[in-house]
């Protein structure tokens, strides 16, 4: 990954990146390490993904909860 990003004159910068490890609700969670030049990617349970709040259960709560507001506030504006 590293030689492709150099190929393509594009910067790997790990302070912005974060993993996300999809699972079952009943197994268990192992952590990942993942690292580059002594920087480790963070793992995370939710992100944010093209407008999408995703999270490692597959799990549309977090979006629904984030958009409630503002659908809300689109709806009054409109009547």
């Known amino acids: 990954?590293?030689?492709?990003f150099a190929a393509n004159n594009l910067?790997?910068?790990v302070d912005k990146?974060?993993?996300?490890?999809?699972?079952?609700?009943?197994?268990?969670?192992?952590t990942l390490h993942i690292?580059?030049?002594e920087?480790?990617?963070e793992e995370?349970?939710?992100t944010k993904f093209l407008g999408l709040q995703i999270d490692n259960h597959?799990?549309?709560?977090n979006h629904?909860?984030?958009?409630?507001p503002k659908l809300s506030g689109a709806c009054y504006a409109v009547w």
Not at 1 to 4: D, T, V
Not at 17 to 30: D, L, Q
Not at 64 to 68: A, K, L, Q
């Open 35 to 37: 690292g580059y030049k």
């Open 64 to 68: 629904v909860e984030e958009m409630s």
């Open 11 to 13: 910067v790997l910068n």
């Open 44 to 46: 995370t349970e939710n």
């Open 1 to 4: 990954m590293i030689k492709w």
């Open 58 to 61: 597959r799990n549309w709560k």
């Open 17 to 30: 990146m974060n993993i996300m490890k999809f699972i079952t609700k009943n197994s268990s969670h192992s």
């Open 39 to 41: 920087k480790y990617i």
